[in-house]
């Protein structure tokens, strides 16, 4: 069963915190993408890879940075965490390709509070 | 650049009656993919549908369908025989075929279907 998991559900940080937000997918899919989700703005994409040690700037990438070390784990960094980086951080992964079947798979969300 | 607008943050509709949410979107492309996803309360985000823009013939997915106006740029979701397992919150989203770089997508605002017993 496809599977991508994030490391936390909910999580509170005070600002200026360095902040790591983990997502793992056991699919061995090439590309994975961290979104963030705000009500009445849908999810925009902050940034995503398509390799190991490979990212693009999504959307929205000010205040992020990203790591992919190994294939199958993508993490999102907020170097100093502001209070508007308050969101639903969502991660996803889908095959490389270009044809219809490649949809992305999504994990079940972190929601972040910065106080 | 590609937008999705979804003009119905909030719809309600009675079990087992049908529901039509909105969906535009604009591009000066021939070719891409529009996708219907679900994000129940669970927050795990679901495609419910998809569609390729080359297709004339609307997709259906048992008691979801879709009508796709290519020229009008309009890509609505229809909710058949509504359950109350369908309550979510719903997005639309726009995906580009040949981007090799990640077939990325593009959001609209959501909107959030209730489903009344």
């Known amino acids: 069963d496809v599977k991508v998991t994030q490391s936390s559900r909910y999580l509170v940080k005070r600002t200026g915190e360095k902040v790591f937000l983990e997502c793992v997918q056991d699919?061995?899919?090439?590309?994975m993408f961290w979104y963030r989700q705000d009500p009445g703005l849908g999810l925009r994409l902050i940034y995503f890879?398509?390799?190991?040690?490979?990212?693009e700037k999504g959307d929205i990438p000010e205040g992020y940075s990203v790591s992919r070390e190994k294939k199958e784990r993508f993490s999102l960094i907020l170097e100093s965490a502001s209070t508007n980086q308050t969101s639903m951080y969502l991660c996803?992964?889908?095959?490389?390709?270009?044809?219809?079947?490649?949809?992305?798979?999504f994990g079940p969300g972190t929601r972040l509070t910065v106080t | 650049a590609q937008t999705v607008t979804q003009s119905q943050p909030e719809m309600s509709v009675q079990e087992a009656e049908t529901v039509t949410l909105s969906c535009t979107y604009d591009?000066?492309?021939?070719?891409?993919?529009l996708l219907w996803y679900k994000q129940p309360p669970s927050r795990q985000m679901i495609l419910v549908i998809r569609?390729?823009?080359?297709?004339?013939q609307n997709a259906t997915e048992n008691r979801f369908s879709v009508n796709f106006q290519k020229a009008a740029k309009s890509f609505s979701l229809k909710i058949s025989d509504s359950q109350l397992g369908d309550a979510a919150m719903y997005f639309c989203?726009?995906?580009?075929?040949?981007?090799?770089?990640?077939?990325?997508?593009?959001f609209g605002e959501g909107t959030q279907l209730t489903v009344n017993p």
């Open positions: 699919m061995d899919h090439e590309n």
């Open positions: 591009t000066s492309e021939s070719d891409y993919y």
């Open positions: 996803a992964s889908s095959p490389l390709g270009i044809g219809s079947s490649y949809e992305q798979y």
């Open positions: 569609q390729e823009a080359y297709k004339q």
């Open positions: 989203a726009y995906r580009r075929p040949l981007e090799t770089s990640g077939s990325r997508l593009t």
């Open positions: 890879s398509y390799d190991v040690k490979m990212k």
